[in-house]
């Protein structure tokens, strides 16, 4: 498959990762570069996990030191043997002199390496996110070079991963700024997505009537997309949905009665153990 067709899905924690990297940088370091692992299926690169490479950047040369990168990619295997290397990320909003020396090292580690470059420096009021792939460029017998070509681009994430960033994003406001902001439990994350949920509701049914009322005008690709969601809804009755959210909520509350009791044990064991032990040495 051509270069040009692929696509690159990236997850948060790839982004953190990046982040805390460049908060720990060297004070004389002006950008900070490292490794992408992932998967790459139908021309789809995902992007799920990535590791920083020391490197000095100089005038003339490039020193990274590839045996580290090396090892960490081994000791990585070990633990998520389903990753390998799919590119190399940067820090920066541009691709830079010295990007086609390291892009043609990870072009040896696979095949069609993207190079992603993630803007910390927030031009614009944003961190920015591109992927590039590197086209080969030249004549036969003549001088060849190489053209960075931006590709889509976008984020990705698994259901696990929007709890976090959902904790994430209540950090943004004012007045959590300075406050520890600790997970909810369960059945608040359900109140709290029910909530939401019936908003949402509220909105679309006030958006329906303002077009049939002629207030708003229709949108075709809306129309669409809400006779899919329609039709994606199981048909059952109230009953049928009642005892089905018991069923579930049933279940949660096991889960979590379960689990309590587990901890308690195991803190009853902890305080077994150490009067025991005392005992022993009296």
């Given at each position: 498959m051509s270069a040009l067709n692929l696509s690159v899905k990236v997850h948060p924690i790839v982004l953190f990762q990046i982040v805390d990297a460049f908060e720990r940088r060297n004070a004389d370091s002006q950008r900070v570069i490292g490794t992408l692992l992932g998967s790459v299926d139908k021309g789809v690169v995902e992007v799920t996990n990535c590791f920083c490479v020391p490197h000095k950047e100089h005038d003339d040369q490039v020193e990274a030191e590839l045996s580290y990168a090396l090892d960490v990619y081994e000791l990585n295997r070990r633990v998520n043997p389903s990753e390998s290397i799919v590119g190399w990320w940067a820090t920066g909003h541009e691709?830079?002199?010295?990007?086609?020396?390291?892009?043609?090292?990870?072009?040896?580690?696979?095949?069609?390496?993207?190079?992603?470059?993630?803007?910390?420096?927030?031009?614009?009021?944003?961190?920015?996110?591109?992927?590039?792939?590197?086209?080969?460029?030249?004549?036969?017998?003549?001088?060849?070079?190489?053209?960075?070509?931006?590709?889509?681009?976008?984020?990705?994430?698994?259901?696990?991963?929007?709890?976090?960033?959902?904790?994430?994003?209540?950090?943004?406001?004012?007045?959590?700024?300075?406050?520890?902001?600790?997970?909810?439990?369960d059945l608040a994350q359900v109140a709290e997505a029910s909530a939401k949920l019936s908003n949402l509701l509220d909105e679309?049914?006030?958006?329906?009537?303002?077009?049939?009322?002629?207030?708003?005008?229709?949108?075709?690709?809306?129309?669409?997309?809400?006779?899919?969601?329609?039709?994606?809804?199981?048909?059952?009755?109230?009953?049928?949905?009642?005892?089905?959210?018991?069923?579930?909520?049933?279940?949660?509350?096991?889960?979590?009665?379960?689990?309590?009791?587990?901890?308690?044990?195991?803190?009853l064991n902890e305080k077994l153990t150490f009067f025991s032990a005392t005992i022993g040495k009296n």
């Open positions: 691709v830079t002199n010295h990007s086609s020396v390291i892009h043609e090292y990870y072009a040896r580690e696979c095949n069609n390496p993207v190079h992603l470059t993630v803007d910390t420096s927030l031009q614009g009021g944003r961190m920015g996110l591109k992927a590039y792939v590197c086209i080969n460029l030249g004549v036969p017998g003549g001088k060849s070079g190489c053209m960075f070509t931006p590709i889509n681009t976008e984020v990705t994430y698994y259901e696990p991963e929007v709890v976090g960033l959902q904790l994430c994003e209540k950090t943004i406001a004012p007045p959590n700024r300075s406050k520890n902001v600790s997970p909810m439990l679309l049914l006030s958006y329906v009537e303002d077009v049939l009322n002629s207030k708003q005008p229709p949108d075709n690709a809306v129309g669409r997309s809400l006779l899919d969601l329609v039709n994606s809804v199981p048909h059952m009755n109230n009953d049928q949905f009642a005892q089905m959210f018991n069923s579930n909520v049933k279940d949660l509350l096991m889960v979590i009665s379960l689990s309590q009791l587990i901890k308690t044990q195991l803190q």
